[in-house]
């Protein structure tokens, strides 16, 4: 069993920037991949990057792309959402997930474990 805690979250301004963490308890040596999506209401998550254990990521893609980055400190069994020039747009519950197969995928179905998600809003 794999436990996330998502945090970080909150109000910000257009052009801003906020960083969230992924923060993982358990058998964490069983994920290969972190990644993060979001999700508004009535929308279905979106995918937005993710990174493996060994430290292979994948660019963030859509209205995020160049915009967000992934990190991760294996030390800390963390993983970081990096979310820079912020736009009312990018209002919504931000949410990581782990899978522990192998490669990276952008589907929800592919992952295992699931955090409980952080709300990122801007107030502008």
């Known amino acids: 069993q794999v436990r996330l805690v998502e945090s970080g979250g909150g109000l910000a301004q257009t052009g801003d920037s906020l960083r969230l963490s992924c923060a993982a308890s358990?058998?964490?040596?069983?994920?290969?991949?972190t990644g993060w999506f979001r999700q508004t209401p009535g929308q279905e998550r979106e995918f937005l990057t993710a990174?493996?254990?060994?430290?292979?990521?994948?660019p963030s893609t859509g209205s995020v792309k160049g915009r967000f980055a992934i990190s991760k400190d294996n030390a800390k069994d963390t993983v970081y959402l990096q979310m820079n020039n912020l736009r009312p747009d990018h209002t919504a519950v931000y949410l990581c997930a782990v899978k522990t197969s192998f490669a990276i995928r952008t589907s929800t179905t592919a992952y295992n474990y699931w955090g409980q998600g952080t709300q990122g809003t801007d107030s502008s």
């Open positions: 990174i493996t254990w060994s430290g292979d990521e994948t």
């Open positions: 358990g058998r964490t040596s069983d994920i290969y991949v």
